[in-house]
């Protein structure tokens, strides 16, 4: 492990980039600083971490920017004046009992106190962050994030306390979050790769919000789905000028399975509940979405004057439904139907339903949401442990599959009796039910949402080719089509050609390597079982065609970046559209089967 302490070091700054880039080189302190190494703590004991310390003083960084494997402790008494920034990176701790001060001299280009795009397995624990006039906490497009024992003040109608999008498996708990607008939205602003919000729960906060939405939802809602999102045991102290609680669809996604329990809410402004689906300034999507399956359970209003509550969808096809209450109470008064609670209604919303508390319970174990636990402690990580972002949350699996063959499709999203726990969304196509899904080699493909393995892994796939195809055929790629591309891609065929060689590429974003068969290993319109091993740390990958093995060549970029969203049956931009039928994936850490 390298640590550090942050200061006025002058000649021993190259010490400090070595552990960690900075996009700004400009740190200076108003304490005196010294400049130690420090033996192994404990809690990370797995991994050889970047440790870089902030003691006690004033601390101007500008952005700092986080890579892999990094923790960064901000002292009692440290006052760090800037932004920290990650892309990309994984096993990121930020911890300390120090303040993150935005007060006019951090650059405010990322919007953040913490700002993470493409990360994963994160814990950001005990700081302050202050004076956010943007947001507290941005994070988008990344998995595996707790968040715990935090505070969060902000201050303008901009300012958000925690933003999340297109964002799966978080954890936030025990956290005090005052904002301007928002203290925690989850949203989905990616146009282009759509990935879920998924399985995320807001536990045991204090919230005050003076400008907006207390907890909401959207209204950018451009991903799959927005899904298995918990808000529990948590206190509301004001929403001054927005709803307590809101969900805005005002783009495309299947919003579902959100649950409010155990809310105690002191003043709920101008509503208590608001749900919509409609176009929004945000809107980027020329369709709509759906809303349903929200629960409410024990909620309490116990301040200012009785709110209402509005429920609105946008037309026949797109609708709310099936919004579920279990015990609500306004200001001491029982509200057993949508009437007594105020609650304002358009005819596209249909079943507002108040039942029992066993009835309430028996549905939500049908159609409930999954509570999950912390994401595993960052630094014990295993190479025979995926971590499993599009399904059951916070548990990592030795092998997950989707077996296409004889599936079910509810608006969009794969239902399978033998991988239920693992959704895939299925965008266009066709379901061919004794065989697999068809794809058109146009715009056919399946997410998959992350499932990062931590070392070697195996694929393996069942499929067919359309007869008399030409030109790359993807099979399964995380990344864009370049060849340089972070992440990866398997192919059938080489550029320009119906060699039918099955091809691995793999990219850091200024090279590429490929590891690939001989020509003709998958041919004609036949069925055809691949299995893949690869050993992610040598750079090394093996093909098995029917039973047979095929390398001709073994040869890719080792730690090949795997905690991106996973497609079939394209690249992440769209580019080499796989033509023929998918019946199976499975993907197996370590050597399991």
């Known amino acids: 492990m390298r640590s550090f302490y942050a200061g006025r070091f002058a000649g021993a700054l190259w010490l400090l980039l070595a552990a960690i880039q900075f996009a700004s080189a400009d740190i200076s302190t108003t304490s005196p600083v010294r400049m ?37 402790e901000i002292e009692a008494g440290a006052v760090v004046r800037g932004n920290l920034r990650a892309r990309g990176s994984q096993n990121i701790i930020i911890t300390g009992a120090g303040v993150i001060d935005l007060d006019g001299t951090a650059s405010q280009r990322d919007g953040a106190g913490i ?57 936030i708990e025990r956290c005090y979050i005052n904002s301007g607008a928002s203290a925690v939205a989850i949203t989905g602003k990616d146009s282009r790769y759509r990935t879920p919000s998924r399985n995320i729960v807001v536990r045991e906060c204090r919230i005050k919000a003076d400008l907006a939405d207390a907890l909401i939802i959207g209204p950018e809602t451009r991903a799959v789905a927005i899904s298995h999102v918990c808000f529990k045991d948590s ?5 001054n000028n927005g709803p307590a609680l809101s969900i805005q669809n005002g783009d495309s996604a299947i919003i579902r399975q959100i649950h409010y329990s155990n809310i105690t809410v002191k003043k709920a402004g101008v509503r208590l509940a608001d749900i919509w689906i409609g176009i929004a300034p945000a809107s980027r999507d020329n369709v709509r979405g759906y809303v349903r ?12 004057t009785f709110p209402p509550s509005s429920f609105f969808g946008f037309d026949e096809q797109h609708i709310v439904s099936y919004v579920h209450f279990n015990n609500l109470n306004i200001m001491g008064r029982n509200i057993p139907n949508a009437e007594t609670g105020n609650f304002v209604l358009n005819r596209f ?32 990580s295993s190479t025979k442990y995926f971590t499993v972002s599009n399904g059951l949350p916070g548990k990592p699996e030795h092998s997950i599959e989707w077996n296409f063959a004889g599936t079910v499709v509810n608006d969009g999203i794969i239902k399978d009796s033998s991988a239920a726990q693992l959704p895939a969304a299925l965008r ?11 794809l058109d080699g146009v715009d056919d493909h399946i997410e998959l949402g992350i499932a990062a393995p931590a070392g070697s892994w195996k694929l393996t796939m069942k499929f067919r080719v359309a007869g008399m195809i030409s030109g790359m055929q993807t099979l399964l790629s995380n990344s864009p089509g370049y060849s340089t591309a972070g992440g990866f891609r398997l192919y059938v065929n080489d550029w320009g050609t119906d060699n039918r060689r099955i091809i ?43 039973g047979v093995k095929l390398t001709a060549e073994q040869e890719f970029i080792a730690g090949t970046a795997m905690h991106h969203p996973m497609r079939i049956g394209r690249t992440a931009d769209g580019r080499f559209p796989f033509a023929g039928t998918i019946a199976n994936v499975k993907l197996s850490a370590g050597n399991q089967p």
Not at 428 to 438: K, M, P
Request: charged residues 15%; negative net charge; hydrophobic residues 35%.
């Open 428 to 438: 266009n196509g066709v379901l061919v039910e004794a065989n697999g899904i068809a």
């Open 235 to 239: 206190t509301i102290v004001r929403s």
């Open 36 to 72: 130690t190494a420090v033996a192994n703590p404990p809690e990370v004991n797995l991994r050889n971490y970047n440790v870089i310390r902030f003691g006690p003083g004033n601390h101007i960084i500008k952005t700092l920017d986080i890579g892999d494997d990094s923790r960064i």
């Open 293 to 304: 399956e929200i629960f409410f359970d024990n909620i309490k209003v116990t301040g200012g």
């Open 115 to 171: 700002n993470l795009q493409y990360c994963h397995n994160v814990v950001i624990e005990g700081v302050s962050i202050t004076n956010a006039t943007l947001a507290g906490i941005e994070i988008s497009s990344s998995a595996g994030i707790s968040i715990r024992d935090i505070t969060v003040s902000g201050k303008g109608p901009g300012n958000h306390g925690i933003s999340l999008a297109n964002t799966q498996d978080v954890i």
């Open 504 to 546: 691995f590429e793999t990219g850091d974003g200024k090279s590429a390597k490929r590891s690939y068969t001989s020509p003709g290993a998958v041919p004609g319109n036949d069925w055809h079982t691949l299995i893949m091993t690869v050993d992610n740390v040598r750079g090394a990958a093996e093909f098995t065609v029917n």
């Open 349 to 380: 919303t249909k079943n507002i339903i108040f039942t029992d508390q066993k009835t309430f319970h028996d549905i939500t174990r049908q159609h409930g949401c999954t509570y999950i636990s912390s994401p595993p402690p960052v630094g014990t």
